[in-house]
């Protein structure tokens, strides 16, 4: 190889990425570019016709892609694109970044969406011919299908190319692709279409990929492990709903330091022996000889004993069921609110549905004037959607503190005794909010009204982070 090719491909190294969203440009669109018919799809610089040739053409399309020069970027990639497309034969670079150029004319002309797509969809499957070893086109294919096209096919679809990646991948999956994963995986195995058993292998995996993940990253390198731990195992709790799913250690792990921390608390002593019940703990066990100690020391039944005892030993369904039959022969709405309360934070807590945890909120509210208590728990549903609603961090993480904050404000409104949760709740999410530039970037303004979607359907009031 000659000395300058030796060079261009010391340069060629620099520009490797990692998978992004596609950028937001406002370049004119230029004319409307087609590709050269490929004469080797997997041709690297080395066996091009004219190798120092090639990677000229590289150099300078890359330049004039990163000060967005689109057309002559283009035109430069059409030739590598034809003559090299495989680069080095180790980094996918020209075709991910002709999936770059695409999007972009994407953008700036809808009307050719379908032919677009097409082309990128295209360079997809070259990719993986081009590079059949481990599974990064197909993890990379998924990841685009999952954020930026998933009205083009199923969750299901979806699912299953992110399998097939980790699989080529020897069931060690790349950390872009695992919290789009972990969505699919909780979204599915909720709704029945994931054998319990196969999500047990997939969440064991997401764990121990993290775990290594954050042991081995160094540096700038943690920024993206670290993401994905915000995200990921806070979305897995959700499959606590499912009996069965957790043993008895990781409830023991989980919940009992939260006792520890709390002896004496009957909310807590009550929630962390449901919690070790409901996954399966022996009456016997260590643990919860000590929590049935202090709940006999400090607590009092407060929803009488059968559905009380059915709550303790984790039978959430059949608890709610005898609290619903006992709220209809009540006739004091005090009690009333008090049992609905209860529901809902069984919902919330135990069998993670917060839109039916919001729903008995919301009825307990309306059975007691001034009570704060039903709104704390409302703002604290939203708060915890972050991972629900998006990635757990950035914009559609943070926008749900907006409500949060209004429910919280809501509670010290219409009962002072909430006052002081209600403000330690604010201050400790207020730090959360967007900043000003991610507000002004999606062309919003603070005090503007703000629909919040996801489950939550609220409208708010912008407000930037100070």
């Not at 709610?320 to 609110?337: L, V």
């Not at 201050?427 to 939550?456: H, T």
């Amino acid at each position: 190889m000659s000395y300058r090719i030796s060079i261009m491909l010391l340069a060629f190294g620099m520009f490797t990425c990692t998978p992004k969203t596609t950028e937001v440009v406002t370049e004119s669109k230029p004319t409307t570019p087609r590709p050269e018919v490929v004469d080797n799809p997997c041709a690297t610089f080395e066996q091009a016709p004219n190798p120092d040739f090639a990677l000229e053409n590289f150099v300078l399309y890359r330049d004039f892609l990163k000060t967005e020069e689109w057309d002559l970027a283009f035109g430069y990639w059409q030739k590598v694109f034809k003559d090299a497309p495989a680069a080095d034969g180790k980094r996918a670079n020209i075709f991910t970044d002709g999936v770059r150029f695409y999007e972009h004319f994407m953008e700036q002309d809808t009307s050719k969406k379908e032919e677009y797509l097409g082309k990128i969809f295209d360079l997809y499957a070259k990719m993986t011919e081009c590079y059949p070893e481990g599974g990064y086109a197909q993890g990379l294919k998924a990841f685009d299908y999952f954020f930026k096209y998933p009205d083009l096919i199923s969750k299901m679809e979806q699912y299953k190319l992110f399998k097939e990646s980790i699989k080529l991948d020897e069931g060690k999956p790349r950390f872009f692709i695992l919290n789009p994963f972990t969505a699919l995986l909780v979204d599915l195995t909720l709704e029945e279409k994931i054998p319990v058993e196969e999500a047990k292998k997939y969440q064991q995996m997401i764990i121990a990929a993290i775990e290594k993940g954050l042991a081995e990253c160094k540096g700038d390198g943690c920024e993206s492990w670290n993401i994905i731990n915000t995200y990921a195992p806070a979305r897995l709790e959700a499959l606590e709903s499912i009996k069965g799913f957790y043993p008895c250690d990781y409830y023991v792990s989980k919940y009992y330091p939260v006792f520890e921390a709390a002896p004496t608390d009957c909310e807590t002593i009550n929630t962390v022996y449901s919690r070790l019940r409901f996954g399966g703990c022996e009456t016997a066990s260590p643990e919860l000889q000590a929590l049935n100690a202090a709940y006999t020391t400090n607590c009092q039944v407060e929803t009488g004993p059968s559905c009380n005892d059915m709550l303790r030993e984790g039978q959430y369904k059949e608890a709610i069921d005898c609290m619903e039959e006992a709220i209809t022969k009540m006739t004091d709405n005090n009690d009333k609110a008090t049992f609905k309360l209860i529901i809902a934070k069984i919902y919330y807590a135990h069998l993670k549905n917060f839109s039916k945890s919001r729903q008995y909120a919301r009825e307990a509210a309306s059975f007691r004037a001034r009570w704060g208590e039903p709104y704390i728990l409302i703002g604290t549903l939203y708060a915890s959607s972050g991972p629900l609603c998006g990635p757990g961090r950035g914009w559609d993480s943070q926008r749900v503190v907006w409500p949060a904050i209004d429910m919280w404000n809501k509670a010290k409104s219409v009962d002072k005794t909430s006052a002081r949760e209600a403000n330690r709740l604010i201050g400790q999410y207020a730090q959360y909010m967007p900043d000003m530039g991610e507000i002004f970037q999606r062309g919003l303004k603070e005090g503007q009204s703000y629909l919040v979607p996801c489950w939550i359907q609220e409208n708010t009031t912008i407000r930037a982070k100070k």
